[in-house]
Nanobody
Framework: QVQLVESGGGLVQPGGSLRLSCAAS????????MGWYRQAPGKQRELVAA???????NYADSVKGRFTISRDNAKNTLSLQMNSLNPKDTAVYYC?????????WGQGTQVTVSS
C-alpha cells in the first residue's frame, strides 16, 4: 500500500524559510506527476507547485520566485523549499502523487507563518 508522509512543517516568522519533504513508501515504482497542495482554514485546497517525472515544474502565481519544488525519482521523494514566507502562506500542506490514474495524498503538515 502506497503511503506519502510529509515532514518539515512548523512555525516560522515572516520572511523566514522552511523545507517540506515527502517520502513515498510501499512502492518501488516511480510516480508520474507529484506536487504540493495547501488548504487554509475556510478555503479550498489549492495547488502550490507541481513537477512531472521529467522535471517540468508549475507554480501558483502567489509562490513564484519564492518556492522551489524538486523530486528524487530514485528515492521517490518530493521536496518544497519555501523562502520569504508570509502569513498568507499559513495552511496545511499536502503531498500529492499520481500514478496510472490513481491519486495519492499525504496526511498533511501544518505551516504557520506568524510573528
Amino acid at each position: 500500500q502506497v503511503q506519502l508522509v510529509e515532514s518539515g512543517g512548523g512555525l516560522v516568522q515572516p520572511g523566514g524559510s522552511l523545507r517540506l519533504s515527502c517520502a513515498a513508501s510501499g512502492s518501488k515504482f516511480s510516480f508520474n506527476d507529484m506536487g504540493w497542495y495547501r488548504q487554509a482554514p475556510g478555503k479550498q485546497r489549492e495547488l502550490v507547485a507541481a513537477i512531472t517525472s521529467g522535471g517540468s515544474t508549475n507554480y501558483a502565481d502567489s509562490v513564484k520566485g519564492r518556492f522551489t519544488i524538486s523530486r528524487d525519482n530514485a528515492k521517490n521523494t518530493l521536496s518544497l523549499q519555501m523562502n520569504s514566507l508570509n502569513p498568507k502562506d499559513t495552511a496545511v500542506y499536502y503531498c500529492h502523487a499520481l500514478r496510472s490514474g490513481v491519486n495519492y495524498w499525504g496526511q498533511g503538515t501544518q505551516v504557520t507563518v506568524s510573528s
